[in-house]
Structures are given as structure tokens and as C-alpha cells.
């Protein structure tokens, strides 16, 4: 038996790639958050991005019908994506006055996959990708698992404005960056591209040879009309660009699991571009045909869908802002869209104390914004998507706490 421990000891264990040696410790405040939980507190939660768990009206049986086709059951994939569900999404940019082929139209499972195979077709291991800062915390994982790495520019507050930092693009532009992201409007700061921004975003690109990623899931939801904003990179054809879009926030159908990136450029580097981006999907081939099939019915819904979101956005920032007419500490930030609300607080502690207090002795929990990676302190992140009557409660507790510190 001695010589079988002995064995045993000097076996080489195995060791887990480093692409996903995370920290997977919970942080302290999704610690407390279970915690209470456990012991049936209520919370409430003005986190909840997730629209399928915020009470809409439009969830229900009628979006299931174009589910039960017989023609489901016979499978025939298509690299790009099922042609009836490119024609719908080509046929909705063309009512945005925006054309585009079907060939230049590819289906994915997740914007978050769309972002794994355009990582794979522009970048070599090691190579770089420059983000907006803040945004959201996804870009760092999927960068790590498909091998590159990420540097930042920074979007920074203003007059009342988030603007783009050009000099920090320029300072953290290298030999192995290979495109710059945008994400419009900005999640969660709400920030779109404006005109002149993105002219300055193209020279850079064209100077430097770079590809342009546009990530555009929320840009149905704008609370004004803007003439300065960029309509979409779908636009484009300066240089190579790939806009991402998909049912998850556009339709409020997360579950469905669709979404699409089109694919413009100069004509010889985006034909190149097209062959390989054919061979990756027809590689993987996620898309279920049932939601490509119901794709064109749903998209008869898209306009009653965004019109309820929209309200529900609308009169939550709208409860927000009246309660901050009042002498108060606390500010929210000026937002151009999307569905979250950024709130900043007084720098008397940081703000994941702010948050911790808020979850502990109000039992309202928020993001606080170095989840989103803001640099000053000290912010909290709202959801504009809760029930009314939760939203306004969890508001009302927030601005109480801070207003007696």
C-alpha cells in the first residue's frame, strides 16, 4: 500500500486552464444579498435588468403561437442564419432608412457569442481590444476566454454630458489592437456616439487599422431625439465594422436566445471578412430553428413590446427626478437612454458601503458602480425596469438613508 500512496503524491495534478483562473469568491455584497435571502427577507431588488421578472403585460401565450410550427421539426441550417429571419431583421433596418444584404446579416445565440466569434476572427492570441470605461463587466470574460486582452477609454461626466476621452483611445491604442468597441448607447451610462464623436472614432481607425465593433441592444430605447446622434454603424463602410443587435432587449425576450451582427467594410477586406465569419458559425451552428422561424411574428410585436418597456422606463426615471427637485445630496446623472439610472452619492464613505447599508438596513440592493468599472466614487446603478410600486419604495428608502446620514 506504501508504494501505492506514494504514487498517489506524485501524480501530477492536473491544473484548470488560466484563461479561467477567475476570482470566483462571491463579493461581500452578493454574500449578505444570500444571506437575506435565506432568512425570507423581501428585497427589493432595483437591480433586475431581466424584463421576463418585472411583471410586462406583453409576456404572454400570443408570443408563443409562431413557436408550434410543424416546420420546426425539419432542420436545415444555414451558416448566416435562417433566410426568413434575416429578411425580417434586414426589412426593420430598412425602415431606419438603412440598407443592407442578407449575406452580410449572421445569427447568433447571444450578442455575448457574436462578441466570442468576432474576438476569434480579429484577434491572434495576445492581441487587444479597446472598451468603453465604464460599461458593462461581461467584455472582461469573454475576452479571457477567447484569449485577447482588453485596454479602456474612457467615457467622462461633463456638463451634464458623457463624452468620449480621444486622448485615452490614442494613449492605450498599441501594435496588437485590433478594434475599437462602442457600445450605443453606453450600458449603463446611456451615452450614444454622436456624429462628430464617431468621425474622430473613423480617422483613428482608418490612421491605425483598426476593425469597429458597434454594440447596439439598446438603442430602441432613447428618451429624446438627438440630431447630433449616430443613427448606427450599420452604416459604415469605411472600415471593417460588425453592429451587434438581438431580441434580448430590442423584444424583451432574453429566453429566446437571438441575436445578429451585421458585417460592413471596404469591398475586398469585408469579402475576406464574410468567408471566414461563414466557416466559424457554420462551425457551431447555435441557433435554434424555432425562434429563427418566429422571428418575422415576433418582430409584428416589436413596437407594442419596446411601447410598454419604454412607458415603464419613462415613468420610473420620471418618479426619480421629481423626488430630486428637493434640496438633496444625492444627483442622478443625465442619461440620453437605455434602462438603467445612475445615481451618485455623498463621497462620506464608498460606494459599496453606500450599497452594503442600503441592502443591510433598508433591504433595497443596487449595483454600486464599481461594478461597471467607474473610477470616482461614489455611484449606485438603478434598473429602470421594476414594477412601479417596487421601484418607487426602494427610491424613496434610498433617498430617506442618504438624506439622514
Not at 16 to 31: A, H
Not at 42 to 68: G, H, M, V, W
Not at 73 to 101: F, Q, W
Given at each position: 500500500?506504501?508504494?501505492?500512496?506514494?504514487?498517489?503524491?506524485?501524480?501530477?495534478?492536473?491544473?484548470?486552464?488560466?484563461?479561467?483562473?477567475?476570482?470566483?469568491?462571491?463579493?461581500?455584497?452578493?454574500?449578505?444579498?444570500?444571506?437575506?435571502?435565506?432568512?425570507?427577507?423581501?428585497?427589493?431588488?432595483?437591480?433586475?435588468?431581466?424584463?421576463?421578472?418585472?411583471?410586462?403585460?406583453?409576456?404572454?401565450?400570443?408570443?408563443?403561437?409562431?413557436?408550434?410550427?410543424?416546420?420546426?421539426?425539419?432542420?436545415?441550417?444555414?451558416?448566416?442564419?435562417?433566410?426568413?429571419?434575416?429578411?425580417?431583421?434586414?426589412?426593420?433596418?430598412?425602415?431606419?432608412?438603412?440598407?443592407?444584404?442578407?449575406?452580410?446579416?449572421?445569427?447568433?445565440?447571444?450578442?455575448?457569442?457574436?462578441?466570442?466569434?468576432?474576438?476569434?476572427?480579429?484577434?491572434?492570441?495576445?492581441?487587444?481590444?479597446?472598451?468603453?470605461?465604464?460599461?458593462?463587466?461581461?467584455?472582461?470574460?469573454?475576452?479571457?476566454?477567447?484569449?485577447?486582452?482588453?485596454?479602456?477609454?474612457?467615457?467622462?461626466?461633463?456638463?451634464?454630458?458623457?463624452?468620449?476621452?480621444?486622448?485615452?483611445?490614442?494613449?492605450?491604442?498599441?501594435?496588437?489592437?485590433?478594434?475599437?468597441?462602442?457600445?450605443h448607447p453606453n450600458n449603463p451610462t446611456g451615452s450614444f456616439v454622436k456624429k462628430k464623436e464617431f468621425q474622430k472614432i473613423l480617422k483613428i481607425a482608418e490612421e491605425k487599422s483598426l476593425a469597429l465593433i458597434s454594440d447596439e441592444v439598446f438603442s430602441d430605447y432613447s428618451f429624446t431625439d438627438d440630431s447630433e446622434r449616430l443613427l448606427s454603424l450599420a452604416v459604415n463602410h469605411e472600415v471593417l465594422t460588425f453592429t451587434l443587435d438581438g431580441i434580448s432587449k430590442a423584444f424583451g425576450l432574453p429566453q429566446m436566445k437571438l441575436a445578429w451582427f451585421i458585417a460592413n467594410g471596404p469591398k475586398e477586406m469585408l469579402s475576406s471578412a464574410l468567408k471566414r465569419l461563414e466557416i466559424i458559425c457554420d462551425t457551431y451552428l447555435s441557433v435554434n430553428t424555432p425562434a429563427q422561424a418566429a422571428l418575422s411574428s415576433w418582430f409584428q410585436h416589436k413596437e407594442k413590446i419596446q411601447d410598454e418597456i419604454k412607458s415603464r422606463i419613462i415613468q420610473n426615471r420620471t418618479f426619480l427626478l421629481n423626488q430630486l427637485k428637493q434640496p438633496h445630496s444625492a444627483t442622478c446623472l443625465q442619461s440620453e437612454g437605455g434602462w438603467y439610472a445612475i445615481l451618485r452619492l455623498p463621497k462620506i464613505q464608498t460606494e459599496e458601503e453606500w450599497a452594503l447599508e442600503l441592502l443591510e438596513k433598508d433591504h433595497v440592493y443596487a449595483y454600486p458602480g464599481y461594478f461597471f468599472d467607474f473610477e470616482s466614487q461614489a455611484h449606485i446603478i438603478l434598473s429602470l425596469l421594476p414594477h412601479p410600486t417596487i421601484f418607487q419604495e426602494g427610491v424613496l428608502r434610498i433617498l430617506a438613508r442618504i438624506k439622514n446620514k
Open positions: 500500500m506504501a508504494h501505492l500512496v506514494t504514487a498517489k503524491k506524485l501524480r501530477k495534478e492536473l491544473k484548470l486552464s488560466n484563461r479561467t483562473c477567475w476570482k470566483t469568491e462571491p463579493n461581500l455584497l452578493s454574500q449578505q444579498l444570500k444571506s437575506l435571502q435565506e432568512s425570507k427577507i423581501k428585497i427589493l431588488d432595483l437591480s433586475e435588468s431581466n424584463p421576463t421578472q418585472c411583471r410586462f403585460d406583453y409576456l404572454n401565450s400570443e408570443l408563443l403561437a409562431s413557436l408550434t410550427r410543424p416546420s420546426n421539426l425539419c432542420y436545415e441550417p444555414h451558416p448566416n442564419g435562417l433566410k426568413e429571419a434575416r429578411t425580417a431583421i434586414a426589412s426593420d433596418y430598412l425602415k431606419k432608412g438603412i440598407s443592407i444584404d442578407l449575406e452580410r446579416i449572421f445569427l447568433t445565440a447571444s450578442t455575448s457569442e457574436a462578441y466570442s466569434f468576432l474576438f476569434r476572427l480579429l484577434a491572434n492570441p495576445g492581441d487587444r481590444i479597446l472598451v468603453p470605461q465604464p460599461s458593462y463587466p461581461l467584455f472582461e470574460f469573454l475576452a479571457d476566454l477567447n484569449d485577447v486582452s482588453l485596454d479602456s477609454y474612457k467615457l467622462f461626466y461633463e456638463d451634464g454630458i458623457w463624452q468620449i476621452d480621444f486622448e485615452s483611445i490614442l494613449a492605450n491604442c498599441r501594435s496588437e489592437t485590433k478594434a475599437i468597441m462602442l457600445v
